[in-house]
């Protein structure tokens, strides 16, 4: 069936991955066509073949779930992110999703959630394990009361919007040039621009901004 979802699994514990085949396998929506147990071949893989959904450890050897959703950001990969995890925990989700990711499972409930999780995310939309959706909300809310106090966010534009996130994991102009690929000369006029749209005055306000609205941005 060539409609059917193409899906990698990646985990480094064979018996963990074992689970999540039979389980995937079984329903005839999804069509698994790789595996892996590392980062690094794991990003191969989804560079090469570009599958529809990726199921990543969030913890793995080589290259992290994270550090993989990194470097896929920005690329025109259409493969879409599901992070499994064993923590309940808030930063670990903001971080993934200010990284792209379009699903969280929580590894304790990983086979009653991964079919809906893997068609939630196929078809555009973000799941998250019902035990920590509660974030998602609280996330959503925090944005909305930052935009009330700075209306200047809806005016930045996507660029400035990523170097912001950037500027709050402390990278210096150098760093977040060479990852987006742009000159440290155009980075600082971003900056410039953000500053005035969000009425930043002082040498290191803008810092303290990204620093202290990173998990609302």
């Known amino acids: 069936m060539s409609d059917r979802i193409t899906v990698l699994i990646v985990d480094d514990h064979p018996l963990f991955r074992s689970g999540l085949r039979q389980v995937i396998e079984a329903d005839s929506r999804f069509e698994l066509i790789g595996e892996a147990g590392d980062g690094e071949s794991a990003l191969k893989f989804i560079l090469e073949q570009k599958p529809a959904v990726a199921v990543l450890d969030i913890n ?29 925990e808030e930063e670990l989700i903001n971080r993934a999703l200010d990284f792209g ?46 935009t009330a106090q700075k209306p200047g966010l809806d005016e930045l534009t996507k660029a400035e919007r990523r170097i912001l996130k950037l500027i709050g994991e402390k990278k210096t ?45």
């Open 60 to 88: 793995l050897p080589k290259l992290t779930g994270l550090e993989i959703a990194r470097k896929l950001q920005g690329k025109k990969i259409p493969t879409r992110l599901i992070m499994l995890t064993m923590h309940k």
């Open 173 to 217: 102009s150098k760093e977040i040039g060479a990852e987006l690929f742009i000159s440290p000369r155009t980075v600082e006029a971003h900056r410039a621009n953000i500053c005035n749209k969000l009425d930043l005055r002082g040498a290191h306000s803008l810092l303290q901004f990204a620093l202290e609205n990173r998990s609302s941005l």
């Open 101 to 146: 990711v379009n699903g969280f499972v929580l590894k304790e409930n990983a086979v009653e959630d991964i079919l809906v999780a893997i068609r939630t995310v196929a078809d555009g939309g973000h799941y998250l394990s019902p035990s920590v959706s509660g974030f998602l909300i609280k996330r959503r809310n925090r944005a909305d009361s930052l």
